[in-house]
Each structure stands twice: as structure tokens, then as C-alpha cells.
């Protein structure tokens, strides 16, 4: 019997739709994969809401060497064409560095263009955008962001200026900072010594530090977290908080249905029209397994539809009668039950209204049912 409860329990439309889950999140940590060589995987991210300078900048674009830690910051505007990020991501980046093998990021739209994809494509970059309401993967660029404001506004304060002037001596003195994941600062790794054998085993030393790092990290927040699969068909309902800046998605409680899996913890959904701006592919946390139940199907009703394009409302009897009283005047309600779409429905109207509309319910020729 307890078997069969619990069953019956889970597929309920409702307490799926609407109750709160005291579950761990769903999705075990995919790790990022540990570069080979310094600057060959990077991530990047734009810290904006900052005070504009004299020169009219007012955001930091934040590019991070996923393997050394070691950080560029680039005063830009919000409003800068992609032609103009093209040129500065040459002078900055790949003058000093190389062109990366792979950049991170998430889906700022100055990342997901046309134009900057065709860029990285004939650079020979393969890019890597963070799934829709799943920040972490872009975790080294949001939390050095966090750390560049920290620093950014101690300096102000300390010195009053415009943070343009201390931008590099923010970068210099966090590229110069000891990293507890790497057991050295970013410019020492980065630079290291002049021979090559030395930085070969420097390289060795920081992969296997991340690499215990990393699987540390994977070991506690495993703990904390469960496995999930869905398969291709499956539907599902649409775990999202909306946030500030991003379009509503409407009505809670709509399913939807996986189309695709991307990757170990990705999911792509068929969304509806309406949501056409919000990226289609979810993280599986976002996602919450739909239980179907013979119940759920509601068998439309038969709307006669007059050739107005409008459908008639029937008024079948008065539930109950009541006085409403205002400051300067009364008014006489009563409860009508409706027959709307085949389907019955009371509603409180205004009397006077209902008997000018309707007189046969208050003259005892009923539409359906017994009037009281």
C-alpha cells in the first residue's frame, strides 16, 4: 500500500507544478579540462555598472589564463562595436599570447554574435558559452570580477581618482598575488624561469595541483548533489526564478520537451515563441522530472462560436444574494453560476446588471438547473 500511495502521490499535477523541492540540486560538477600550456584556455567576462571616466569607459572586460590565473584587464565602454573588441582582443591578447585554443564565457551578446564567432572560427578557437541560468561555468571570470571590484574601490577610496588610473596596478598586483590553488603567484607561473625544462616543470606541478584541487572540489560538492538523466522526449517543467534584466517566462507550471542533450548536464528544450530570446539549452539543476497521469488530460469542451467570433455565456441559477456597501451607496450582488467552455463557474455580479441582461432568471424560467 505504501508503494502504491507514494506512487499515486507523485503523479499529481499539481504538487508537481507548484511544490517546493527539498532535494540536493540535480547535476554532479563537470570540471573544466586542465590546459596543457599557459594561455591555451582562457575565459573572459565584462564587469559593468562601473562609474564612467574621463574617457568615457565605464566596464572591464576580464580575460583569465585558466591554467596559470594570470588576468588582463581591459578598460572598455558597453556601447563598443565588435569591431572595436576584435581590434583590442588582438592588440591585448593574442600580441602577448598567442591565439587561445578555447574561450569560456557566458552569453553576453557581444560573445554570441555573428561577427565574433566567425572571428574565433578563423582564428581556430573553439568557444564554449555557459548554459542558461548556470553561471558556474564561467566560474574563474565571476569570481576575479568580484575580486577587481574589491580592489578597484579600496583604491579609489584610499587614493580618490577615476579607477581608469589604478587599472594597472590592480592587474599587476593580482597577477603578483600568492594562489592557494597554484602554491605560486600567476606571474610565476606564467613567466617562471628562463629555461624551458623549469617551466615544463612548473606546468607539471600547477596541472597536478589543480587537478587535486579540482577533484577536492568535485568531492565535496558531489556530496551535495545528485544524478540525473532524461532522455530525448522526456518532459519536463522549467525550474527558472526570473531574473532582473531578463524576459519573464510567463505562467509556472509549463511543460516542456527535451529535444536534444548537450553534454554530461545539459539539456536543449522546444520553448515556446514567446521565449525565443532565452537560450534554449538549460542546466539539468534547472530541470524537474513530469510524471504523466491518465488525470492530466483534460478532454476540451464544444464552444458554439456565433459568427461575431464570440461564444455565448449561460447563466444557469443564483447561488446567493448579498449587499455590498459603499460610503455613499449600496449595491446588490448576487452569485451567478456560469456555464463558460462546458465548463460551470460562479462568479458575484451586479443584480441590476443581470436582471436588465437576463430578467427570465428572476422571473422563475431558468436556463438549466433549479433557480433559488
Same mark, same amino acid.
Request: glycine share 4%; hydrophobic share 40%; with cysteine.
Given at each position: 500500500?505504501?508503494?502504491? *500511495?507514494?506512487?499515486?502521490?507523485?503523479?499529481?499535477?499539481? &504538487?508537481?507544478?507548484?511544490?517546493?523541492?527539498?532535494?540536493?540540486?540535480?547535476?554532479?560538477?563537470?570540471?573544466?579540462?586542465?590546459?596543457?600550456?599557459?594561455?591555451?584556455?582562457?575565459?573572459?567576462?565584462?564587469?559593468?555598472?562601473?562609474?564612467?571616466?574621463?574617457?568615457?569607459?565605464?566596464?572591464?572586460?576580464?580575460?583569465?589564463?585558466?591554467?596559470?590565473?594570470?588576468?588582463?584587464?581591459?578598460?572598455?565602454?558597453?556601447?563598443?562595436?565588435?569591431?572595436?573588441?576584435?581590434?583590442?582582443?588582438?592588440?591585448?591578447?593574442?600580441?602577448?599570447?598567442?591565439?587561445?585554443?578555447?574561450?569560456?564565457?557566458? /552569453?553576453?551578446?557581444?560573445?554570441?554574435?555573428?561577427?565574433?564567432?566567425?572571428?574565433?572560427?578563423?582564428?581556430? %578557437?573553439?568557444?564554449?558559452?555557459?548554459?542558461?541560468?548556470?553561471?558556474?561555468?564561467?566560474?574563474?571570470? @565571476?569570481?576575479?570580477?568580484?575580486?577587481?571590484?574589491?580592489?578597484?574601490? &579600496? &583604491? *579609489?577610496?584610499?587614493?580618490?581618482?577615476?579607477?581608469?588610473?589604478?587599472?594597472?596596478?590592480?592587474?599587476?598586483?593580482?597577477?603578483?598575488?600568492?594562489?592557494?590553488?597554484?602554491?605560486?603567484?600567476?606571474? @610565476?607561473?606564467?613567466?617562471?624561469?628562463?629555461?624551458?625544462?623549469?617551466?615544463?616543470?612548473?606546468?607539471?606541478?600547477? /596541472?597536478? &595541483?589543480?587537478?587535486?584541487?579540482?577533484?577536492?572540489?568535485?568531492?565535496?560538492?558531489?556530496?551535495?548533489?545528485?544524478?540525473?538523466?532524461?532522455?530525448?522526449?522526456?518532459?519536463?517543467?522549467?525550474?527558472?526564478?526570473?531574473?532582473?534584466?531578463?524576459?519573464?517566462?510567463?505562467?509556472?507550471?509549463?511543460?516542456?520537451?527535451?529535444?536534444?542533450?548537450?553534454?554530461?548536464?545539459?539539456?536543449?528544450? %522546444?520553448?515556446?515563441?514567446?521565449?525565443?530570446?532565452?537560450?534554449?539549452?538549460?542546466?539539468?539543476?534547472?530541470?524537474?522530472?513530469?510524471?504523466?497521469?491518465?488525470?492530466? *488530460?483534460?478532454?476540451?469542451?464544444?464552444?458554439?462560436?456565433?459568427?461575431?467570433?464570440?461564444?455565448?455565456?449561460?447563466?444557469?441559477?443564483?447561488?446567493?444574494?448579498?449587499?455590498?456597501?459603499?460610503?455613499?451607496?449600496?449595491?446588490?450582488?448576487?452569485?451567478?453560476?456560469?456555464?463558460?467552455?462546458?465548463?460551470?463557474?460562479?462568479?458575484?455580479?451586479?443584480?441590476?446588471?443581470?436582471?436588465?441582461?437576463?430578467?427570465?432568471?428572476?422571473?422563475?424560467?431558468?436556463?438549466?438547473?433549479?433557480? %433559488?
Amino acid at each position: 500500500m505504501k508503494k502504491v *500511495v507514494s506512487e499515486f502521490v507523485s503523479r499529481c499535477l499539481i &504538487c508537481q507544478r507548484v511544490k517546493v523541492e527539498h532535494q540536493v540540486p540535480s547535476g554532479l560538477l563537470q570540471p573544466i579540462t586542465i590546459p596543457e600550456w599557459k594561455w591555451d584556455r582562457i575565459t573572459m567576462d565584462v564587469a559593468t555598472g562601473l562609474p564612467s571616466t574621463l574617457s568615457k569607459k565605464d566596464a572591464v572586460w576580464v580575460v583569465v589564463d585558466s591554467l596559470t590565473k594570470s588576468a588582463h584587464f581591459i578598460p572598455v565602454r558597453v556601447d563598443y562595436s565588435l569591431d572595436k573588441l576584435a581590434n583590442l582582443y588582438v592588440s591585448e591578447i593574442v600580441r602577448l599570447h598567442g591565439v587561445p585554443l578555447s574561450i569560456i564565457s557566458d /552569453r553576453d551578446l557581444r560573445f554570441t554574435s555573428r561577427f565574433w564567432k566567425r572571428l574565433q572560427e578563423a582564428l581556430g %578557437t573553439k568557444l564554449s558559452f555557459s548554459t542558461s541560468f548556470h553561471p558556474q561555468t564561467d566560474g574563474k571570470s @565571476e569570481r576575479l570580477i568580484q575580486v577587481l571590484e574589491d580592489m578597484l574601490w &579600496c &583604491c *579609489v577610496l584610499e587614493f580618490q581618482g577615476s579607477w581608469e588610473k589604478f587599472l594597472p596596478l590592480v592587474e599587476f598586483a593580482y597577477n603578483n598575488s600568492f594562489q592557494s590553488s597554484l602554491k605560486m603567484a600567476p606571474y @610565476e607561473a606564467l613567466y617562471g624561469v628562463d629555461l624551458v625544462k623549469e617551466t615544463e616543470e612548473k606546468v607539471k606541478v600547477i /596541472r597536478e &595541483c589543480l587537478k587535486a584541487s579540482s577533484d577536492r572540489q568535485k568531492s565535496y560538492l558531489d556530496l551535495k548533489r545528485k544524478e540525473i538523466e532524461y532522455q530525448v522526449s522526456d518532459r519536463v517543467f522549467l525550474k527558472v526564478s526570473p531574473w532582473r534584466k531578463v524576459l519573464s517566462f510567463g505562467r509556472k507550471g509549463k511543460l516542456y520537451e527535451i529535444t536534444e542533450r548537450v553534454g554530461p548536464v545539459a539539456y536543449r528544450l %522546444t520553448l515556446l515563441s514567446e521565449l525565443e530570446k532565452i537560450h534554449d539549452v538549460f542546466h539539468v539543476s534547472m530541470l524537474r522530472r513530469y510524471r504523466s497521469d491518465p488525470s492530466h *488530460v483534460i478532454t476540451p469542451a464544444e464552444v458554439e462560436i456565433q459568427p461575431d467570433l464570440i461564444y455565448s455565456e449561460e447563466p444557469i441559477k443564483i447561488l446567493a444574494r448579498e449587499v455590498k456597501q459603499l460610503r455613499s451607496k449600496s449595491i446588490a450582488l448576487v452569485k451567478v453560476l456560469w456555464q463558460r467552455h462546458g465548463v460551470e463557474e460562479g462568479t458575484w455580479e451586479p443584480e441590476e446588471t443581470m436582471r436588465n441582461q437576463y430578467p427570465n432568471l428572476f422571473a422563475g424560467k431558468i436556463f438549466k438547473g433549479e433557480n %433559488t
